[in-house]
């Protein structure tokens, strides 16, 4: 199957009506029962991600939520090139503010109407005469409606046959406020002068002189408000993927028959110019085809140091040209581009499933019948036991509304998003939540060397110069003979003379050794560049031990040669990151042990792994030895993350139990590892791992808690020790903790000294 043809069958839902974990499990459900599908829901994104067969389409899936209760319609894809503004340029609202704005206003009106009945149930020296018939004024619009978003919910699950959390919510409040009604117009409570005190624990009686209607109304008002801070805190955990989405250039100045011509980004084309000012952002990604500038990439990197980028030097769209006027052309735009394909990956990742939300949700599928066959059981139980039937409806009332499934439900998409969201910041990419659980237990990092750990980049590390020779004479000599080569020893030479500003002499009769080398005569003279195997006359015992040492190291000894006597010799390697070091150490002290995995040989090894102190080095290995090195690992009882930038490194990131690839490596390495870290750098690798624990304890604490109130709260609310409205307060509070305390995870900051 092609990829074209996998994306066709893939959709992304949005789903309207989606109230709790209950209603996610089930929209699941009913999806997952058509032929051929694979849907997760996600409650805190709201959306259903999908795979279909060839039989089916979008619509289908949407025809089946709706035959669920519930509505969806297809989600437009993350892009950095779509505006989301109106003709006045002010931000559309999305479906969700207008959500929020709606129950904020609800909440207001409820929190108003429901305080004086509150009060006055609480403190009986303030129940004057007929307070009641106030009380029922004030308190049957709550119910009626400020809690019809609970009472519709329920509405629509019960002619489906099934039930949700506003079932209880629904079923708990209507109880207290129906029974309220029967007391004031049938039983004693109606009368003139009535006035019955307060208790957060159940009192026995009949019940024919009691309201409950502060109950029904605080209830409704204390399930509103988590709802509305549930909700706030929802769309707060996804800012970081809409800041994200919405980091594009909105218009470019693209250069048309030698003419600049501002247009909407969306109009840009592959293979189109266009022109990036100092503080502009960079329309698109490209190539650099004129001038020359820094480049603030902070937004994809996570660094605050800007790039410096030239000619042929590539640019990402998003990114803000600090000075300098760059002309580049686009050789990607919309969803091909690197910051879409990020929030793709983020995006993919939030929608996923933790293995251990999978438990929540199953418990969470099977709660809500069994709380209500416990509210019954624990009514007719009080009933029973002549415990009377104030006590009785006290008791099953509380049972309903503190059951609520929603921190259950909401304690792993929460943190999920978040975690994700902040790494997207940091340029951390997850490539779905089951990595979360890949580092938990790893143990040993595995490092390739070679653009991981090092620069993958030659360059001049000494120049050391014969007797009776100059030193910067012979380096430009050198230099001079290697610009006409495209060899990158050849191009480091060149480099280490420009740095130093160096005057190169004009060549002659360039020649290049086929392997051996290269020369040029130079002001008469012949000037040969070679490798110490090809060098036309003998080392002298100097020369001959820079060359030894050199090569014991690792690095690459460049031999210059005027005519048949030795100039000197110009040391060449690849360079460790100035940073390695140092996150390596950080990587020891999470009780990570390093190993250095490299083809190169093993003096090379040796010394780079010395050099940012790495103790075991696997060295000479082919890519296919890298797997088996892996595997060596994994039988000593180990569990192995790979770090890797190559095409070399892919099967090994793949045979990983973490393959983390470097973002500044190959579409292949990146496409085999399960997290990306987009600069390059070893401390995001730190960082990234160091995320994701913190993302997963933070996910464990969520759960851990949301089971906990659950197993505490059932039985106090059973035995008639807790008031419904406190149970109301207590049941909103579990829901806003979990969500609060994954938003915590929006502080977490970079572990680099």
């Not at 990829?3 to 999806?31: F, Q, Y």
């Not at 933790?354 to 059981?377: E, K, N, T």
């Not at 237990?441 to 001049?460: N, P, W």
């Amino acid at each position: 199957m092609t990829r074209a043809a996998a994306a066709d069958r893939e959709v992304d839902l949005e789903l309207i009506g989606m109230t709790c974990a209950s209603c996610a499990n089930r929209i699941e459900r009913k999806l997952n029962k058509l032929d051929g599908v694979t849907a997760t829901v996600n409650y805190a994104t709201e959306q259903a991600h999908v795979e279909f067969a060839e039989a089916l389409t979008p619509d289908d899936l949407i025809e089946a939520v709706r035959s669920a209760g519930y509505d969806a319609q297809k989600v437009v894809p993350p892009s950095v090139t779509t505006d989301t503004s109106d003709a006045d340029g002010e931000p559309v609202a999305t479906r969700a503010e207008t959500e929020l704005a709606s129950l904020r206003q609800r909440l207001i009106v409820s929190a108003i109407l429901s305080l004086p009945v509150i009060v006055l149930a609480m403190v009986p020296a303030w129940q004057f005469t007929n307070w009641q018939w106030l009380s029922l004024t004030l308190a049957a619009p709550v119910v009626v409606w400020g809690a019809l978003p609970f009472h519709r919910a329920a509405f629509a699950s019960a002619r489906h046959g099934t039930t949700t959390m506003d079932t209880l919510v629904s079923v708990g409040t209507l109880a207290a406020f129906g029974w309220s009604i029967y007391a004031l117009f049938w039983g004693d409570a109606g009368v003139p002068g009535m006035t019955h005190g307060f208790d957060l624990i159940a009192s026995r009686g009949d019940g024919s002189s009691n309201i409950y209607l502060e109950a029904a109304a605080g209830v409704t008002t204390f399930l509103l408000a988590g709802r509305y801070f549930e909700k706030r805190s929802k769309l707060r955990a996804g800012d970081a993927l809409r800041a994200l989405a919405e980091v594009g250039a909105k218009d470019v100045t693209v250069l048309r028959a030698g003419r600049e011509v501002t247009i909407p980004i969306g109009e840009l084309a592959v293979g189109e110019r266009f022109v990036v000012r100092p503080g502009e952002k960079i329309a698109t990604d490209g190539v650099v085809v004129a001038g020359a500038s820094a480049v603030d990439q902070s937004m994809l990197t996570g660094e605050s140091m800007p790039v410096e980028v030239s000619v042929d030097d590539k640019v990402v769209g998003g990114t803000v040209n600090a000075h300098g006027r760059l002309e580049v052309e686009a050789n990607a735009v919309g969803a091909d581009t690197a910051l879409a394909q990020m929030a793709k990956m983020v995006a993919d990742a939030q929608a996923g499933k933790a293995q251990v939300q999978r438990l929540a949700d199953r418990i969470s599928a099977y709660f809500v019948p069994v709380v209500i066959a416990i509210a019954a059981g624990v009514l007719g139980f009080w009933l029973g036991v002549g415990g009377g039937l104030t006590l009785a409806m006290t008791a099953a009332v509380s049972v309903l509304v503190i059951a609520c499934p929603c921190a259950l439900g909401l304690a792993t998409p929460t943190a999920l998003m978040v975690g994700t969201g902040r790494g997207a910041q940091l340029g951390i990419l997850l490539k779905g939540p089951e990595v979360l659980e890949s580092t938990r237990a790893v143990d040993t990092v595995a490092l390739d060397k070679t653009g991981t750990v090092t620069t993958g980049e030659m360059t001049v590390h000494d120049v050391i110069a014969a007797d009776g020779v100059d030193a910067d004479d012979m380096l430009a000599r050198a230099a001079a003979v290697e610009e006409n080569s495209e060899h990158p020893i050849g191009r480091a030479v060149v480099d280490r003379a420009t740095v130093r500003g160096l005057d190169l002499p004009n060549t002659a009769d360039f020649r290049n050794l086929a392997g051996a080398g290269v020369t040029a005569v130079i002001d008469g003279l012949r000037v040969t560049v070679t490798g110490p195997r090809d060098v036309p006359v003998p080392l002298d015992d100097r020369m001959g031990q820079v060359v030894a040492e050199a090569s014991a190291r690792g690095a690459t000894p460049v031999v210059v040669t005027y005519l048949d006597s030795i100039a000197g010799v110009i040391v060449v390697a690849d360079t460790v990151k100035p940073t390695s070091a140092a996150a390596i150490a950080e990587l020891k002290r999470m009780g990570l042990r390093p190993v250095l995995l490299t083809g190169d040989n093993a003096g090379a090894a040796a010394h780079v792994a010395a050099q940012v102190g790495i103790d075991e080095v696997i060295a000479d290995v082919t890519p296919d030895g890298k797997v088996d090195a892996i595997a060596r690992l994994h039988a000593e009882g180990r569990v192995v993350a790979m770090v890797g930038d190559g095409v070399n490194d892919a099967a090994a990131l793949a045979s990983a139990d973490l393959g983390i690839a470097m973002g500044t490596g190959t579409d292949v390495a990146i496409e085999a590892g399960d997290l990306t870290v987009v600069s390059g750098d070893l401390w995001a690798v730190v960082d990234a791992i160091a995320l994701a624990r913190k993302t997963l304890g933070t996910i464990k604490g969520n759960l851990f808690w949301a089971f906990a109130y659950n197993v505490a709260a059932l039985p106090l609310a059973a035995a008639a020790l807790l008031n419904p409205m406190m149970a109301g307060l207590a049941m909103a509070f579990s829901s806003v903790f979990v969500v609060a305390n994954s938003l915590r995870l929006r502080g977490f900051r970079s572990r680099r000294q």
